[in-house]
């Protein structure tokens, strides 16, 4: 049954790509309002398993629980997830202010509550005195909160951010995370953020789960983590990679 503890309960996840398993039988839960950084070195897997979770992903077996509600066979649509990514993709030709409002727009939402949610989300992401600009007169930081926003705005259930600050100068990288961070805390958001970077994943993270190839080796808090690893791949990922 639905508690904050399996808000997000992958089971027995399976996923093979031309007879390749990539994925293999891979179980979590993840619980309601907190930050889980997927982390792991390229190839590991993160990526695949978090395509499942949104949806975009050819055929797996397994199954995916969120909030109560079996989404394994849900269209993307359907799933009331969000999805950032590392290109931020953004409208080049609407402002600031109609790239944020898309999603509400698309919705059929009332001008009035329009203006309300795009402005509260302007105040969030500070970018209030923005809201007219087109993405090309924005900094890349900038672009990525007005990505973030434009999810954030549509109140999904759950938001998966891969690698979202991966295009961005080392400083901004530093901000933007905290930001993800304070955003994720004032408005109460589950979020997966997905990293082959450790210190970005302790730095920001309740929970992590490490990944090596398509396999679960270890999920707890940063500080679980580094006192306590549970197998030698943890040890050594963590141990070289300070
Ligand atoms: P990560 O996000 O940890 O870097 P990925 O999820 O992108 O890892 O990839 C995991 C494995 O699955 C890799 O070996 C990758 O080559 C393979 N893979 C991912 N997507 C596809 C695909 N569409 N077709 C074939 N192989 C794929």
């Given at each position: 049954m639905v508690n904050t503890d399996n808000f997000l309960s992958v089971s027995h996840l399976n996923i093979s790509f031309n007879g390749n398993t990539v994925i293999k039988d891979l179980s979590f839960n993840i619980k309601k309002g907190t930050l889980t950084s997927f982390l792991g070195p390229s190839g590991s897997g993160k990526t695949t398993v978090l395509r499942?979770?949104?949806?975009?992903?050819?055929?797996?077996?397994g199954q995916i629980m969120l909030d109560g509600q079996d989404i394994t066979n849900l269209q993307p649509n359907q799933r009331n997830i969000g999805m950032i990514f590392q290109s931020y993709a953004l409208f080049p030709n609407l402002t600031v202010f109609d790239n944020i409002?898309?999603?509400?727009?698309?919705?059929?939402k009332s001008?009035?509550?329009?203006?309300?949610?795009?402005?509260?989300?302007?105040?969030?992401?500070g970018l209030t005195e923005r809201r007219d600009y087109y993405p090309a007169n924005l900094s890349g930081g900038q672009r990525q909160r007005v990505a973030i926003a434009?999810?954030?705005?549509?109140?999904?259930?759950?938001?998966?951010?891969?690698?979202?600050?991966?295009?961005?100068?080392?400083?901004?990288?530093?901000?933007?995370?905290n930001q993800i961070k304070r955003y994720q805390q004032e408005l109460g958001i589950t979020m997966i953020f997905v990293t082959h970077d450790q210190t970005e994943a302790m730095a920001i993270s309740?929970?992590?789960?490490?990944?090596?190839?398509g396999e679960l080796e270890q999920q707890g808090s940063a500080m679980d983590i580094y006192t306590n690893p549970k197998t030698m791949f943890v040890a050594d990922f963590i141990g070289n990679h300070n």
């Open positions: 499942a979770i949104a949806g975009l992903n050819q055929a797996f077996a409002a898309y999603g509400l727009r698309v919705q059929k001008k009035a509550e329009i203006e309300k949610a795009v402005t509260d989300m302007l105040a969030v992401i434009r999810s954030m705005v549509l109140e999904p259930k759950l938001l998966l951010l891969d690698e979202p600050l991966s295009a961005l100068d080392a400083k901004t990288r530093v901000e933007l995370r309740d929970d992590v789960l490490i990944m090596s190839l």
